[in-house]
């Protein structure tokens, strides 16, 4: 069973920048999708950005411009880059990976407070 572990979550004021880190144990790392989700209390789980195997992204619409995945296949670790932070930011961000259109592995989340 694969192991998904984020980090680097924290609190930051508005307009600041957070760097969060998602290593894995994926034995085929290069072959996996992999994603960021995030959940605000009292709501649901939303996508925020994706890596695909194939090298393309894609991003909500809410963070687009502001947010970046980066992946380091070596390391086995995808990446979330959040500049300008909003306090609508706010959530438990998760990583996950996949091979096909469903994610199979999912981590623990990690917090991101942004105060205003």
């Known amino acids: 069973q694969a192991q998904l572990v984020e980090s680097g979550g924290g609190l930051v004021q508005a307009g600041g920048s957070l760097r969060l880190s998602c290593a894995t144990s994926?034995?085929?790392?290069?072959?996996?999708?992999l994603a960021w989700f995030r959940q605000a209390p009292g709501k649901e789980r939303e996508f925020v950005a994706i890596?695909?195997?194939?090298?393309?992204?894609s991003y909500a619409d809410s963070v687009k411009g502001r947010f970046t995945i980066s992946r380091d296949n070596t390391k086995m670790t995808v990446y979330l880059q959040m500049n300008t932070l909003k306090p609508e930011d706010t959530a438990v961000y998760y990583c996950?990976?996949?091979?096909?259109?469903?994610?199979?592995?999912w981590g623990q989340g990690t917090q991101v407070t942004v105060s205003s």
């Open positions: 996950a990976a996949g091979l096909d259109s469903k994610f199979d592995y």
């Open positions: 994926l034995r085929t790392f290069n072959h996996y999708n």
């Open positions: 890596f695909r195997w194939t090298g393309s992204t």
